[in-house]
């Protein structure tokens, strides 16, 4: 057996290898992202052909990793919509950092363990660092605490176990859970799981300006107390996925107070903005949550996956999720030592934290405040160019870096624009459904749009409008 088999068997690599690999990793991403503006925003591909390219047992016999860098850069990194792209204006975008993505590598390659203090202090230390600097910015007393989780989605329902835990004591029958008809469906899919049955949830028709309404809401709990049954929970939007909007914070905060009701706000994609000046303005009240969702792999530039649950008090949080077995007898021996497994689902768990915290101290928080502040602007000037031209019917204001609208009265069309759109491949938009109609959505969260990005796209999707 010469040495680089007897590696392979050892799952491993020789030092030049893992050198000569890892810098061919990393050309590739730097080419990505000095790239990406000069390609298309991404493709879809066909399933046939896609699903058949990979449906193979793997070798017997390894092969190069520098060869299989080439396959993965002709078969999977084209085939995929580039949602860090500077003009991928669907959903809810994912314009990461580069040093984001290093601390991955590192997180990964030091594969830190980041559920027990005994595991990864350091890592702890920091997953509390940042996450009580995000209690700080949301205007969370010092009690507060929280975890970093997958996504929004997983945020939504840690922090609704929370909720049930602390208010119900885990019994959910007759108890009953309020949101808006613009909620995330994670936050249904959430209480699905926890327990909850569709007659348990009232889904609320929301304002002219898609809010939750404070009269409807008052009405609903208060026929659901007629009825005898115990409204617990509150879920408000501070950004909606649709269009940005805002549910009147301070109000609900107010009611959910005089009704005893736990208040999550789902900030998964809007929270972040509460850096700036503008966002500030707009999340007045957040503060009064007893929970927030904020997902910084959206608003805040990092890689997936990255969310985050804050909760007003940790000791809730830790009170729903711990419990304490014999194997982990020397993880509990201390009660000063933070472990992020008593406060979520996940036991082993990788070092998220340290994406957040190596990019807001490389760039700064003035660089982030900024480039938040800049998606507010570039959806105002998308309103703008659209409303400067014919035809185009503003749906619902740019707010929160969200604007929506359409083109004549045609629900076809809008899918036929997203159609063209992506077979053009200049910018990418998706469209949702706005009481009824179909309407085309514009997110521009990505700092490196640039005017021009928003200009251009406006422009050729008013060509393609005319001539569709
Ligand atoms: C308001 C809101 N809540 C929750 C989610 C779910 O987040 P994730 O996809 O990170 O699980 C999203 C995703 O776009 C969202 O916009």
Not at 354 to 380: C, D, N, P, Y
């Amino acid at each position: 057996m010469n040495d680089s088999s007897a590696d392979r068997s050892r799952i491993a690599l020789s030092r030049d290898e893992m050198r000569e690999f890892g810098y061919q990793v990393v050309d590739l991403l730097v080419e990505h992202f000095a790239n990406v503006r000069n390609g298309p925003v991404g493709a879809k591909a066909d399933p046939a052909r896609m699903v058949a390219l990979f449906d193979q047992d793997p070798p017997e016999a390894g092969r190069d990793p520098n060869d299989l860098l080439a396959q993965l850069d002709r078969d999977v990194f084209p085939n995929n919509l580039h949602v860090d792209h500077p003009r991928f204006f669907a959903f809810v975008p994912g314009p990461n950092n580069f040093v984001s993505t290093m601390a991955d590598a590192l997180a990964a390659g030091f594969n830190i363990f980041n559920g027990t203090w005994l595991g990864g202090s350091a890592a702890a230390a920091v997953e509390l660092g940042v996450v009580r600097w995000l209690c700080r910015i949301c205007g969370f007393p010092d009690a507060a605490g929280g975890l970093f989780l997958s996504g929004g989605s997983m945020a939504n329902l840690t922090a609704l176990v929370a909720a049930r835990h602390s208010l119900l004591k885990d019994r959910v029958e007759g108890a009953t859970v309020y949101f808006s008809d613009q909620t995330h469906s994670s936050v249904e899919r959430a209480l699905r799981v926890i327990g909850f049955l569709p007659e348990q949830m009232r889904k609320l028709p929301s304002d002219e300006h898609f809010r939750l309404s404070i009269q409807t809401l008052r009405a609903a709990i208060a026929d659901d107390r007629a009825k005898g049954l115990r409204p617990f929970c509150v879920i408000a939007n501070a950004g909606t996925t649709n269009t940005g909007a805002v549910d009147p914070l301070n109000e609900l905060a107010d009611l959910a107070a005089k009704e005893k009701l736990w208040l999550h706000i789902d900030g998964a994609f809007g929270a972040a903005a509460i850096l700036s000046e503008r966002g500030k303005e707009l999340l007045k009240g957040l503060e009064r949550a007893d929970s927030i969702s904020l997902d910084p792999h959206k608003w805040l530039f990092q890689s997936f996956e990255c969310g985050c649950v804050l909760v007003r008090d940790a000791v809730l949080l830790k009170s729903a999720f711990q419990i304490k077995p014999d194997y982990l007898r020397d993880v509990h021996r201390s009660e000063q030592e933070f472990n992020p497994c008593d406060y979520g689902v996940q036991l082993s768990r990788s070092f998220r934290a340290l994406k957040v915290w190596l990019s807001l101290q490389t760039f700064g928080v003035t660089a982030f405040r900024e480039a938040i502040t800049r998606g507010f602007g570039l959806a105002e000037l998308a309103e703008r160019e659209l409303r400067a031209r014919k035809g185009w019917e503003i749906l619902s204001p740019a707010q929160m870096a969200t604007v929506c609208f359409r083109f004549g009265n045609s629900d076809d069309l809008q899918t036929r624009l997203v159609d063209a759109m992506m077979k053009d491949g200049y910018a990418l938009l998706t469209s949702t459904e706005l009481r009824g109609a179909v309407a085309l959505r514009l997110c521009t969260i990505n700092p490196r749009t640039t005017e021009q990005d928003i200009i251009e796209t406006v422009e050729r999707l008013d060509n393609f409008a005319r001539k569709l």
